[in-house]
């Protein structure tokens, strides 16, 4: 499976990786692509197209995987986008948005993203109207699996 969706990549049909993704997860509910690259760029493919909650899926405990995978900053601010579209979740986007800020803190300086991440970590909302989000995301109820605990910590 890792490979079709590798061949998808290289032959230009990204476009196909969200469907064929999950296809092969109703063959195999458990599968993840064996790299790290592979796994984000399907977390970017299923973001893209409104499936935010198979990009947390996949982006979830990559950092443990790979913890030298260079892109890392970049999956996580994919996974924080994803979780903030989902239900319920604004706990762990704030706990995203924490690691996110961690991990940049830890890279060194040359590699540091500061425009996207560092603008989007000042324009936090305020406690208030975090209060009424949660109000009005609590009143719509949960349609989907709930996500498995997510764990973010430095080594």
Known sequence: A?????????????????DSYKRILQVTPNFRPDSAELRHRLAKACHDRG?????????NGLHK???????????FEIMAESLEN???????????????????KSLPIVEKK?????DKLA????????NQELESIENQGN?????????????
């Open 2 to 18: 890792s490979s079709y969706l590798k061949f998808l990549i290289r032959s230009n049909q990204e476009y196909q990786l969200r």
């Open 51 to 59: 499936d935010f909650h198979a990009a947390v899926m996949l982006i």
């Open 65 to 75: 995987q790979f913890p030298h995978y260079s892109h890392l900053l970049e999956a």
């Open 86 to 104: 989902l239900p319920n979740k604004q706990k762990q986007v704030q706990l995203c948005r924490e690691f996110i800020v961690g991990l940049v």
């Open 114 to 118: 500061p425009s996207f991440v560092m």
């Open 123 to 130: 324009a936090q909302p305020t406690a208030a109207s975090r």
């Open 143 to 155: 349609q989907k699996k709930d996500l498995p605990p997510i764990e973010f910590k430095f080594d």
